[in-house]
């Protein structure tokens, strides 16, 4: 055997011949294109907010749109029915996600598996067109209202009442409170549940005393997350509270700029600040619940699989139960969407063969306004997720593996869009573009949409990242650079390749994200930037529902290919 | 290859700090080790000199090369520092198989194709895991890895080797024959070596010159034989072996020093003892320096036995001896509630004032 520096030519060299890439203009780079993308629609929002001119004028400072907010006509039942709207979708997708979570989760409930599938799907879908499914089959002129009120003689129930929209709201939702609540029973230990068993408590005692309180500390988190969702979602009020005039903040917000003669910028930025100040102070809120409970309720803890609950002969009443949630209220929704868009009129007298029709898709194809809607859709979530992807993975990179002297205010910055919902992101990025001189080319082109996508969702992804990032140790980097690795080549060569399929999820998580995105769209699409949500919207207002019901037809078939894909050929499983 | 030069090191957590003036020589070519338990700097000591931690004051120089001033504000990052560096949990990169682990630093300095398979080649010979340069680190033992992990280091001919309680994940049998080959490999290669661990028998059958760390401070720096003859204090003793401490008042001058034990017994002490007669002082005795057999010369003293186990083969036995918690491990199990143990004559060594309460080192067997 030889011994290394008595055999051979002497070393040539002990330290890196290569020019380390400098980390330094990469890190400050990357944290300044973080604080402008962030910056850009906040601060027109909140310039906007404290003047009393559109910013395109010149404006001086004021409180008085306060004042003009608070006093508008129909503010304070507006701002009620905010509150109780989030209440109540918190509370009905509480209860039906938790339920689900422990019924799916810990039971040897038949078929669980593909019921625990087919729960998540509105996460899929956006909850747009969960609403225009719920309209299709249980609005006033829905099919299945139509077949109650024939047999029965009147109308059996009114969706277009606050308490309607809660409904819909809290069944888009469940997914998140199912989500949180399998986590947390997934890594609560079985023995607990055990040890109350041998004491002598039954299961449905045990289900109470011991595996519900344990889930307590998930419950709260997931109960702030979905209450501020609900205050983020547009397309539910919007179908369902406007027919009737019931209004809440963010359609108060779609209307004010959208759709007033007279657009009142300032009352709408004041507006938008109050909501986004309600929502940080939730999430302060949360992270306060978090740190007080476990550092992080999903991730972490080891994952045991517990034995399930026996639930002997109440296992076929339950199934039908759940089954029966799960077809009523999410199945046949979408399926009887999908018919929609395959027939001229559906209505339970009329004989479905006397109806079918594939005009509605010839109408897409025909009109290029509408076929661009779709392929803009599948640009943006194509090259704007992978765009988002990168930045996003650099941001995780550099926050958690660099020494970036700012690593600490960049996470803060990034994870700021949180509070931010997309309808205001796309209020601010409108302002932006409009006020900022060099950036009018951007107006009206997919390339203003995908860069206010990527800001709003630059939590999500790193979601996606972090949790991966963090288990890679860092002795694996460090060692690249102690053999003589540059930073930027530690990155390259050791931890970009351990986190691929961290970047994988991440990318399938904001492509489906991007393609189902709409209200951020709302304000900034322009015609030959229009993507399929705004489409969806158009056609909705219109009255066009066999358009509505084909596009989202569309939608809906590529969103289940793309999950497909993703599972079968990366193994990625995007939500749970 | 090259000296180490380690000056007036300070490491500060906020308001804690983690090292406190830390000054040592590293020669060419030696094999020195930092031990200590957890928590004593020995391992931030080692991350200072890596670069991956930036220290608060002091220098760290190889040969003519400033790593670190604190006074001018130098500071070479990791990358250019030229060390080798195993971690403690291997840190083999799990994507690539050994031969691309070993592939990787030799790229990085631009090495021809030829002269890197040649390289690796050598290096996985040295650590006899030539046959498995095709494998990925997760198809290897424990024992395997560490194996690559030192010829990842050794491949590219770093200045200064630096080992990080390299042993410490392996099993105790694999531990014994990793050490011993570690110690072969020493004697062939000659490097400066840096080897950070808890363990005094790794410290003490590898070393040149062992640097004993206690809270953030070096406690004694000197060779295995010198850290084990003559420690300095109380600490050091009890970290580096079983030690038995014997605490009684000093007593007589120059060449017939005693202790005087709380029981009225007394034992001789040896003639360089620094004591001051009519003070407490402490005899420090190793496993073989306190004899259960009462034949031979030296002072023999009456213990009261508290308990006795078996241990395997062997009796463990507590004493009691004037106070003091002795313990002894005898062939048979012991007849009666009193043994005589006898004491060689000037062995031992003696510190000043009781030993301060240690962290008792749980260690199997004598030594």
């Known amino acids: ?114 019921l625990g599938e087919v729960f998540l799907w509105p996460l899929y879908v956006s909850s747009l067109i969960l609403a225009f499914a719920w309209a299709t ?130 009352v709408a930025a004041t507006a938008a600040l109050v909501l986004i100040c309600v929502i940080v102070g939730l999430i302060a809120l949360q992270n306060r619940v978090l740190g007080s409970t476990r550092k992080y309720v999903t991730i972490g803890g080891k994952s045991v699989r517990p034995r399930p609950f026996a639930l002997g002969a109440f296992r076929w009443p339950v199934f039908i139960l759940v089954a029966g949630y799960v077809l009523l209220a999410v199945g046949l929704p979408l399926g009887v969407l999908v018919l929609r868009g395959f027939v001229t009129f559906l209505h339970p007298m009329a004989p479905l063969a006397d109806v079918l029709t594939l005009q509605n898709f010839r109408v897409l194809a ?56 997309g309808l205001i992101a796309g209020i601010g990025f409108f302002y932006a573009v409009a006020m900022i001189p060099g950036l009018a080319p951007l107006r009206s082109t997919v390339w203003i949409l995908m860069i206010a996508f990527t800001m709003a969702a630059i939590p999500v992804g790193y979601g996606a990242i972090a949790p991966m990032l963090l288990k890679i140790g860092p002795e694996l980097d460090q060692a690249a650079r102690v053999q003589g690795a540059s930073w930027w080549r530690a990155v390259t060569r050791v931890i970009l390749p351990l986190l691929r399929p961290a970047i994988v999820a991440c990318f399938a998580l904001l492509f489906i994200n991007f393609f189902k995105e709409y209200s951020t769209a709302v304000f900034l699409y322009a015609p030959g930037s229009e993507v399929i949500g705004t489409t969806l919207l158009q056609f909705w207002t219109q009255g066009h529902l066999g358009y509505v019901a084909a596009l989202s037809t569309v939608q809906i078939t590529l969103i289940a290919c793309c999950v497909a894909l993703a599972r079968t050929a990366f193994g990625v499983k995007i939500y749970g | 290859m090259a000296e180490l030069i380690i000056e007036h090191l300070v490491k500060r957590f906020g308001a804690f700090t983690a090292l406190k003036d830390f000054s040592l020589h590293v020669r060419d070519g030696e094999f020195v080790s930092f031990l200590g338990p957890s928590g004593c700097g020995k391992s931030t000591t080692l991350a200072a000199i890596a670069g991956l931690d930036r220290p608060s004051e002091g220098r760290i120089r190889i040969g003519s090369r400033d790593f670190y001033d604190g006074a001018r504000n130098v500071f ?39 002269e890197q398979r040649r390289r690796i080649a050598e290096a996985l010979d040295l650590v006899e895991m030539g046959a498995y340069a095709k ?24 200045e200064i080797l630096l080992l990080d309680e390299p042993l410490s994940n392996l099993d105790a049998k694999l531990r014994d024959r990793a050490r011993i080959w570690l110690a072969e490999l020493r004697d062939k290669l000659r490097m400066t070596t840096i080897y950070v661990t808890h363990d005094q028998v790794e410290a003490l059958s590898l070393s040149d010159r062992i ?157």
């Open chain 1, 366 to 421: 025909e009109f290029p306004s509408y076929a661009r809607s779709i392929w803009n859709s599948l640009f943006i979530a194509g090259v704007g997720g992978a765009l988002a992807t990168v930045f996003i993975t650099c941001i995780a990179i550099v926050v958690h593996r660099s020494e970036f002297r700012f690593a600490r205010p960049l996470l803060y910055i990034a994870l700021m869009p949180r509070a931010i919902p």
């Open chain 1, 1 to 114: 055997m030889t011994v290394l520096e008595t055999s051979g030519p002497p070393p040539a060299r002990t330290v890196p011949a290569s020019p380390p890439v400098g980390e330094v203009p990469i890190q400050y780079g990357l944290a300044g294109l973080t604080v402008i993308l962030v910056a850009a629609p906040l601060a027109p929002i909140l310039l906007q907010g404290f003047s009393d001119k559109p910013l395109y004028d010149e404006g001086s400072l004021t409180f008085a749109n306060f004042g003009k907010m608070a006093s508008y006509p129909g503010f304070w039942q507006m701002a009620l029915n905010t509150v109780l709207f989030g209440i109540l979708a918190t509370a009905i997708a509480q209860v039906v996600g938790t339920l689900a979570a422990i019924l799916i989760g810990r039971t040897d409930l038949p078929l669980r598996r593909l």
């Open chain 2, 76 to 114: 070479l990052p990791p990358e250019a520092r030229g060390c080798g560096l195993v971690f403690q949990s291997y840190a083999l990169w799990p994507h690539m198989t050994v031969e691309a682990n070993l592939t990787f630093p030799l790229s990085l300095r631009r090495i021809r194709k030829t």
């Open chain 2, 211 to 367: 640097v004993v760390m206690d809270r953030g401070e070096i406690a004694q720096v000197g060779t295995p034989q010198e850290i084990y003859e003559s420690p300095n204090s109380a600490f050091v003793a009890d970290f580096i072996g079983t030690t038995s401490f014997l605490t009684g008042i000093a007593e007589g001058q120059g060449t017939s020093l005693r202790l005087g034990l709380a029981d009225g017994q007394k034992i001789g002490l040896p003639t360089t003892a620094r004591v001051v007669a009519g003070e407490p002082a402490t005899l420090a005795l190793r496993p073989n320096q306190l004899l259960s057999d009462a034949e031979g010369p030296g002072t023999r003293l009456t213990a009261r036995v508290t308990s006795q186990a078996y241990v395997g083969g062997r009796w463990q036995a507590s004493l009691d001896l004037g106070g003091n918690h002795l313990r002894i491990e005898t062939e048979q199990r012991l007849e009666g509630d009193a043994i005589v143990v006898r004491i060689p004559d000037g062995v031992g060594a003696v510190f000043r004032a009781s030993p301060a309460p240690v962290t008792p080192v749980l260690q199997a067997g004598t030594v």
């Open chain 2, 135 to 158: 494998r990925y680190p997760h198809e290897l033992s424990g024992g395997q890895q560490q194996r690559v992990a030192l010829a990842r280091t050794l491949v590219y001919n770093p």
């Open chain 1, 137 to 266: 089959i249980y609005g006033p002129s829905g099919y299945a209202t139509q077949m109650v009120t024939l047999a029965t003689g009147g109308q059996p129930w009114d969706l277009y009442t606050i308490w309607g929209m809660s409904l819909v709201a809290g069944i888009s939702l469940a997914p998140v409170s199912f989500i949180y609540g399998q986590a947390a029973a997934a890594t609560t230990d079985p023995t607990f549940e055990e040890a109350a068993r041998i004491a002598g408590a039954g299961r449905l005692r045990t289900l109470f005393l011991v595996t519900l309180p344990l889930m307590k500390p998930a419950l709260f988190f997931s109960s702030i997350l979905i209450f501020t969702a609900s205050l983020e979602i547009l397309s539910i009020p919007l179908v369902f509270g406007t027919p009737s005039g019931v209004k809440v903040f963010s359609t108060f917000l779609y209307e004010r700029i959208g759709n007033a003669a007279i657009p009142d910028y300032g």
